[in-house]
């Protein structure tokens, strides 16, 4: 099993639609996790912070469920500048800290 | 707002020789990281540096490759003998770190390396 797994995609989806990306991780031990967001040949840059408490900003809501090692992303009314490669990244912080990114899933939001 | 700088943005090189990435993480940052991602590929960790020396590498960072923290801004990724399947992008990140709790890893832009 990879040790994280995403859907690379791509999502097609009209603007205003809900869209909603899923994550599996492998280690149990993994402690922190995130959403990033990479533009075409960009840096990733941080979505946000997924706790298991859920949280939301704005349109995005993202949801960690520990007992299943499942990472959720719904982002809704979906916008043009929403396209992108969503990352999703497990951190392991032991005597060290350990990233692990996801292949990402390519979202296009159509017109 | 602070963020990390990386030069060059694209370094063209022949196989076989060497080349230096550098990286200027935040300033109060104290853990740096190399990342590559290989066109198409998913983003791979290669080494973390905390307290001028390596904390964690991956398989990928191998005798090639080293890491430097030349000075009190600076931090350098060293690939001695170039190959052509080092061509990828190369991202610098850094974070404060406090254990026992998410910390964010700030990237920079990346170096595109070509190696021909």
């Known amino acids: 099993r990879k040790e994280v797994e995403q859907d690379p995609g791509p999502f097609n989806v009209p603007e205003g639609a809900t869209v909603a990306f899923n994550c599996t991780y492998s280690?149990?031990?993994?402690?922190?996790f995130f959403w990033y967001r990479q533009d075409c040949r960009k840096e990733p840059k941080l979505l946000m912070s997924?706790?298991?408490s859920g949280n939301e900003d704005g349109r995005f809501t993202a949801q960690l469920n520990r007992a299943s090692q499942y990472i959720s992303l719904l982002i809704r009314d979906s916008k043009l500048s929403d396209s992108a490669t969503y990352l999703c990244?497990?951190?392991?912080?032991?005597?060290?800290?350990?990233?692990?990114f996801g292949i990402g899933t390519k979202l296009q939001v159509i017109p | 707002e602070p963020e990390v700088t990386q030069t060059p943005s694209h370094q063209v090189t022949q196989m076989g020789q060497e080349v230096i990435l550098r990286c200027v993480p935040i300033?109060?940052?104290?853990?740096f990281y190399w990342y590559r991602q290989i066109l198409g590929q998913k983003v791979e960790f290669l080494v973390s540096?905390?307290?001028?020396?390596?904390?964690?590498k991956s398989e990928i960072f191998d005798d090639q490759f080293s890491v430097e923290r030349p000075d009190g801004s600076n931090f350098t990724l060293k690939i001695r003998s170039t190959k052509l399947e080092d061509s990828a992008m190369y991202f610098c990140?850094?974070?404060?770190?406090?254990?026992?709790?998410?910390?964010?890893?700030?990237f920079g832009p990346g170096t595109r390396l070509t190696v021909l």
């Open positions: 540096f905390y307290n001028n020396e390596i904390s964690e």
């Open positions: 280690n149990s031990a993994s402690q922190s």
């Open positions: 990244v497990v951190l392991f912080s032991g005597g060290y800290q350990k990233v692990t």
């Open positions: 300033s109060n940052h104290l853990y």
């Open positions: 990140a850094s974070n404060r770190w406090a254990s026992g709790s998410p910390d964010t890893q700030y």
């Open positions: 997924v706790y298991s």
